[in-house]
């Protein structure tokens, strides 16, 4: 097939995007993240929703993916943040653009 | 709050786009059709896992969201193709990034 109908349906990459992102909360927290490092009770409080225990398996997920590290500062007082790594920092150009489409072509619930 | 550890979190627009788009084959079905129009046959061959019924359902979803259309040919023969709307067509950019993103940083699994 390679008439203007071919759909080249289904781009792999495109998919493994959409599972992993789109897994509740993931794709979320990355963007709270990119506007900084967090501690983990500002994440709890500014992803609406999410309980204790999903946050940190969602943030240890994350940072098996190598897309965010758990940065330990002994103080004192110590404080742990969470911040993006130049893999998670790279999906910033990707959410920027979701962020614009959504605001022009998803109506607000 | 203002200093640098302001997370911003949860900015609403984002939470909408992955809300929407993560809603299993949202996304997909949408990134299929970048490449032009395509007939329910194609789509369902090419949404990999997808169901009639699940597939016919999130086409009217998405028509009504007003990011796809039902193109009637009378033909003969009669086809029914799918396309984008101009809103469809926005997510290229924020599809493409996510696909670079994508192929660079989640394993095939």
Known sequence: MSDEHEPRLCDSAL?????????????????????????????????????DSVLSERLVELSRAGLVTRRVDEGPPVAVSYTLTDAGLGLLPALRELTVWSSANLPVA
């Open 15 to 51: 998919v493994r995007a959409f599972d992993f992102l789109g897994k509740r909360w993931n794709g979320i927290i990355l963007g709270s993240l990119l506007n900084g490092p967090a501690s983990f009770s500002e994440l709890r409080r500014g992803v609406v929703g999410i309980s």
